[in-house]
């Protein structure tokens, strides 16, 4: 059981997929990880390139986490259109919910434009919270 959420921009489709991990959580020790999966659709006419992230993270005591840097899991993807690219990783919270969202800075290749694509809001929530 997992948090969906997508959002097209600039026709770039970001889907996300959250899911808690409670095999690599520690919930005593106040540690919830989660995983999330990713896919990046290119859905316009050009070839784009990922080239930086930006995440803003959240959880339910107030704290606020900010993560920058290239590419996504060590990769900056090239995207032909029509083509997509899928990637997981995880973050871990102190708190049994939060949330995530940011934005992917991305080239064109044909004349070098950069822009921004939105990820969509996703939600970091445990099953128990759910009920």
Request: aromatic share 10%; net charge negative.
């Amino acid at each position: 059981m997992g948090t969906y959420a997508t959002e097209i921009t600039h026709g770039i489709k970001i889907s996300v997929e959250a899911k808690f991990q409670p095999d690599h959580s520690v919930i005593e020790q106040r540690h919830f990880l989660f995983s999330y999966r990713i896919t990046i659709e290119n859905a316009s006419e050009y070839t784009v390139q990922l080239l930086s992230r930006h995440w803003d993270i959240f959880d339910s005591s107030g704290d606020y986490d900010i993560v920058e840097g290239e590419g996504v899991v060590g990769e900056q993807p090239v995207l032909e259109p029509g083509e997509s690219f899928e990637y997981e990783s995880a973050c871990s919270l102190t708190t049994d919910m939060g949330k995530m969202k940011g934005t992917y800075l991305m080239e064109r290749k044909v004349d070098k434009a950069k822009f921004h694509v939105n990820i969509p809001e996703f939600e970091l929530i445990i099953p128990q919270r759910l009920n």
